[in-house]
């Protein structure tokens, strides 16, 4: 069985400091790790992916994540947070071989001026 | 290219209706997956169907099925619905099983 962690449920930042968002994952095989967002009243937009390859993963909008095995995490940052960057964040576990998504319980961004 | 669209968008029922919620998947993806997304929590998988079939279900009782269309398209029936099955619910489409799912914006159900 697959599981996320998301250490978390509420990160606020001023804008223009940096974000980090925890995301730790249990898994039997490799995994493939993903981050979401969700704006008030919308679905889900994929921000980055790591399936093989490269373990430091850049998105869209500016972030970033690194997936480090030792450390079983997926960590996702942003350099410098802007007021857009408020939503619901969600980290997400599957692997080569399932077809389903297991989130996290979500941390909510708020971002101060 | 249109993305992944879901019908109706609101839904209001009363305890012990039944309820049907459509998803037309992003064009030349085969697979959709449900998701359900109660306040305050992450989605929980429900189904996946892949070519017409059902490849995986998640822990959701039998009064919750689907089915998929030669078009791909889906529907996601909630029988004898319960408070608790208030929720957003979420349809994503993939090219294949394992690929990336791209989620359509869902419909939110109230149950009275």
């Known amino acids: 069985a697959q599981s996320v962690t998301q250490l978390g449920s509420h990160v606020s930042v001023s804008e223009g400091a940096l974000v980090l968002l925890r995301c730790n994952y249990s898994?039997?095989?490799?995994?493939?790790l993903f981050w979401y967002v969700q704006y008030p009243n919308q679905g889900l937009q994929l921000l980055l992916k790591?399936?093989?390859?490269?373990?430091l993963v850049k998105g869209i909008n500016g972030f970033e994540a690194e997936f480090k095995k030792s450390e079983t995490s997926f960590h996702l940052t942003k350099p410098s947070a802007h007021m857009s960057d408020a939503a619901e964040y969600f980290c997400?576990?599957?692997?080569?071989?399932?077809?389903?998504?297991?989130f996290g319980a979500g941390t909510t961004v708020t971002v101060r001026a | 290219d249109a993305g992944v669209t879901q019908s109706p968008t609101h839904l209001i029922k009363t305890r012990g209706q039944q309820v049907t919620l459509r998803c037309s998947p992003i064009?030349?993806?085969?697979?959709v997956s449900w998701y359900q997304q109660v306040l305050g929590q992450g989605p929980q998988f429900i189904f996946q169907?892949?070519?017409?079939?059902?490849?995986g279900r998640g822990n959701f009782p039998d009064r919750f099925s689907a089915r998929q269309f030669p078009n791909y398209s889906s529907e996601l029936n909630v029988n004898a619905l319960l408070l608790g099955d208030s929720a957003l619910y979420l349809c994503?489409?993939?090219?294949?099983?394992?690929?990336?799912?791209?989620f359509g914006p869902g419909t939110r159900l109230l149950v009275l």
């Open positions: 997400a576990v599957s692997s080569p071989n399932d077809y389903k998504l297991s």
């Open positions: 994503a489409s993939v090219l294949t099983p394992i690929e990336t799912q791209y």
């Open positions: 898994s039997s095989v490799p995994p493939y």
């Open positions: 169907y892949y070519e017409k079939e059902e490849r």
């Open positions: 064009s030349g993806h085969k697979s």
């Open positions: 790591y399936t093989t390859g490269a373990t």
